[in-house]
């Protein structure tokens, strides 16, 4: 496979593994900036099976070093419905075809906006994130715009920004829910979906230096962050990642 890959797939491939490691380690939003490229120099759905195991590898890169840094009982609230949200997916890849998932994206992510700008004008008074349900519906958004698309980033910032994490809390948070997740994906897209075999995985491990690069610009930028402009960043980069699902 390495041998016939086109020089446009080459750059394609080099700028994803470079976004992946930075958006892992706190440059959130860059994943979504590849990922329609990624679709275009190697298919809808085959695009996916290259993709997930350089995210695995961000995933592990970034959990090693915010290890300290994350409140388990977040990710436990989230992972049952995340799972769910994977077969809920694999059911709605047999009935829409591959150029209609983006839109499928990009309303269920609009929605889910709807929900960071309410509880950015009625934080306060917003009692949802309290229920049982809350975390459920997030949980299972995350775990169906992941297997759809890789794509669940802006659901876990609207949830993690509604709930009020701090910056080096949120980061720490995605980076263990995204490596339980992204793991757990693993064999659903190697035996249903049959997208990832030893010939995708050897550009993987070739993508390794990158994506390490990438992970240190990622702690490099995000060190220059306050807490209050990096919340900001991270709303601006969700509306924008989730405008885009629709272009």
């Not at 934080?123 to 049982?132: A, H, P, T, Y």
């Amino acid at each position: 496979m390495i041998d016939l890959l086109t020089t446009f797939q080459w750059v394609i491939l080099v700028l994803t593994a470079l976004c992946i490691g930075m958006s892992k380690t706190g440059v959130q939003g860059l994943m979504l900036l590849a990922v329609p490229y990624m679709a275009m120099a190697f298919g809808a759905k085959a695009s996916t099976g290259v993709i997930l195991p350089m995210l695995c590898m961000a995933d592990i890169i970034a959990v090693v070093y915010y290890k300290r840094i994350a409140d388990w009982k977040v990710v436990a609230k989230l992972l049952p419905t995340a799972i769910l949200g994977f077969f809920v997916a694999i059911f709605v890849d047999r009935l829409i075809p591959a150029n209609e998932f983006r839109q499928l994206m990009g309303w269920t992510l609009a929605l889910v906006l709807v929900v960071m700008a309410w509880s950015e004008l009625f934080g306060k008074e917003n009692r949802w994130m309290k229920r049982w349900w809350y975390s459920a519906l997030f949980g299972l958004l995350g775990g169906f715009t992941t297997m759809i698309g890789n794509a669940a980033g802006p659901v876990m910032s609207i949830y993690l920004l509604s709930m009020r994490k701090g910056k080096m809390e949120y980061i720490g948070i995605n980076a263990w829910f995204f490596l339980v997740v992204n793991l757990l994906k693993v064999p659903l897209q190697i035996f249903v979906w049959d997208n990832i075999s030893w010939d995708t995985f050897s550009l993987n491990l070739l993508m390794l230096p990158i994506i390490a690069l990438g992970a240190w610009l990622g702690i490099s930028i995000i060190k220059l962050f306050p807490e209050k402009a990096f919340r900001r960043f991270i709303q601006l980069v969700t509306i924008l990642s989730v405008a885009m699902m629709f272009c």
